[in-house]
């Protein structure tokens, strides 16, 4: 129910991007052909048409714009029902005038997946189901219903029955066609960018920490010196105040808030883990920081780093990008969601690759959804167990996407498994049965110390006032 409302509200709110203005605009346009194709019918093809009848359904077209024009400011963005309204409008007039024009012998019947089209696009699934059944039904009408199309000299155009069959067929097909593929594209588009949003969000949030970090790491670095200075000044006059007990408390309580001040900014220095020399830090340093806020949420995580095979057994040092953390974080927070009791995490490195494996002892992934692991807002049904063990999850898969996008953004390549699968050779622990997720990146591209961009050297720069 969760996956359906959301789709239902992602519809109305598309809906409500479109302004009156730009459907009247529409309308003039076909308002504009359908005269248009009724004059030259009439004067140059000699088609005997019922012009009354058909100039007062066009007028109501007009009369509708005008109205609406009237009524309503340009720029006044339609709800979705308004949106419906307007485009069952549409159809219905459209319908009308075919059927005083020879219904599907017409060849403007086609005009009729117009109406359809727009309202997959710009519309919610319930109401594009509406506008399709009421076009399907109006088509199949059209085809039995409708005044013949004359010539002056009394002939009756009509074309085969076999083929108004398959002009039906065709319409019908080319209406369920193009509305259901213009429908999903339009949903896609939209979830992607939704997604994408999201993405960009969660990066600047993470990257504003970082900043605020280094602020705060720079204040403690700077202000220590003067702070030092108060704290050994103010010693001095206490051993020389001895006999003006007065001062010599009031030098004793400056000395006692300096250390306060000493004590707070080494706290915040710690909470900022920033300044020019930590812009890069130690492999393990950055996997424990994106672990730090699920490490006590009731699952053991273990940590594990080591060189692969022959490699550098040095420890890497890497950039400690904004994008690495958070999108490590969603990894992590994912593994710790699933995971019976146990997650793993461990890193290894060679001269020239540098992965990190994130395993749970969870049920993994299901097989079905492989092809689509980090799409935004994949819509599975639950099963009752899941609902169960995590009743406030919604499962739209906006987490794995931002933590592949971001980890990607970074030059790194995201492989999934689950452990049970016996082809899988991502780990050798057999024991671990859940979901893995390796991610790997070339190690010139993080590595801050011998990578294509290696992090300066020498004093931090002064916080400019």
């Known amino acids: 129910m969760a996956d359906s409302n959301q789709t239902f509200w992602r519809g109305q709110e598309r809906s409500s991007w479109i302004r009156l203005r730009t459907l009247i605009l529409l309308r003039w346009v076909a308002i504009f052909g359908q005269i248009t194709a009724i004059t030259v019918a009439q004067r140059y093809y000699h088609v005997q048409l019922e012009l009354g009848l058909c100039y007062l359904a066009i007028g109501i077209s007009v009369m509708g714009n005008l109205t609406a024009i009237m009524l309503f400011p340009q720029n006044k963005r339609l709800s979705e029902f308004e949106n419906f309204l307007m485009v069952l409008f549409d159809l219905s007039q459209l319908a009308i005038l075919l059927y ?11 005009l009729l997946l117009g109406p359809v089209t727009i309202s997959a696009n710009v519309m919610s699934t319930r109401s594009t189901l509406i506008v399709g059944g009421v076009a399907i039904i109006l088509t199949t009408l059209l085809a039995e219903f409708h005044l013949p199309l004359r010539t002056n000299l009394g002939l009756v155009l009509d074309i085969p029955d076999i083929l108004l069959f398959g002009n039906w067929a065709a319409i019908i097909i080319a209406i369920i066609f193009i509305g259901a593929y213009s429908h999903r594209v339009s949903t896609e588009v939209q979830s992607m960018s939704e997604a994408l949003s999201a993405t960009h969000m969660a990066l600047a949030r993470e990257q504003k920490l970082t900043d605020l970090g280094g602020v ?16 050994l000044t103010s010693s001095e006059l206490i051993e020389e105040l001895d006999d003006r007990p007065d001062l010599k408390e009031d030098a004793a309580l400056i000395r006692e808030q300096a250390n306060r001040c000493r004590d707070i900014l080494r706290d915040m220095g710690r909470a900022g883990k920033d ?25 053991v995580i273990h940590f594990a780093e080591g060189p692969a095979g022959d ?53 993994g992934y299901p097989a079905q959804m492989f092809g689509r692991i980090g799409d935004p807002f994949v819509r599975r049904r639950r099963a ?11 499962g739209m898969g906006l987490g794995l996407f931002i933590a592949k996008t971001l980890l990607e953004r970074s030059g790194a390549e995201l492989e999934f498994a689950n452990g049970s699968d016996p082809y899988q050779h991502l780990s050798d622990h057999r024991d671990r049965k859940g979901a893995i997720v390796r991610v790997s990146w070339p190690r010139n591209l993080i590595d801050a110390q011998k990578g294509d961009t290696p992090v300066p050297s020498g004093a931090n720069q002064h916080i400019q006032v």
């Open 100 to 110: 005083l024009t020879g219904g599907l012998n017409n060849p403007f019947a086609l």
């Open 216 to 231: 705060v790491a720079a204040a403690a670095h700077e202000l220590g010196t003067p702070l030092a200075t108060i704290k």
């Open 275 to 299: 300044d020019l020399h930590l812009r890069q830090a130690p492999l393990s340093t950055v996997i424990h920081e994106a672990a730090e806020p699920h490490i006590d949420r009731g699952k």
């Open 311 to 363: 490699g550098d057994v040095q420890h890497p040092s890497i950039l400690r990008k904004p994008e690495i953390i958070h999108g490590l974080r969603n990894l992590i927070q994912n593994a710790v969601d699933f995971a019976r009791t146990n997650v793993w995490v461990e890193a290894g490195w060679t001269p020239e690759l540098i992965t990190i494996n994130i395993m749970d002892d969870g049920r």
């Open 384 to 394: 009752e167990s899941d609902q169960r063990a995590r009743p406030e999850y919604e």
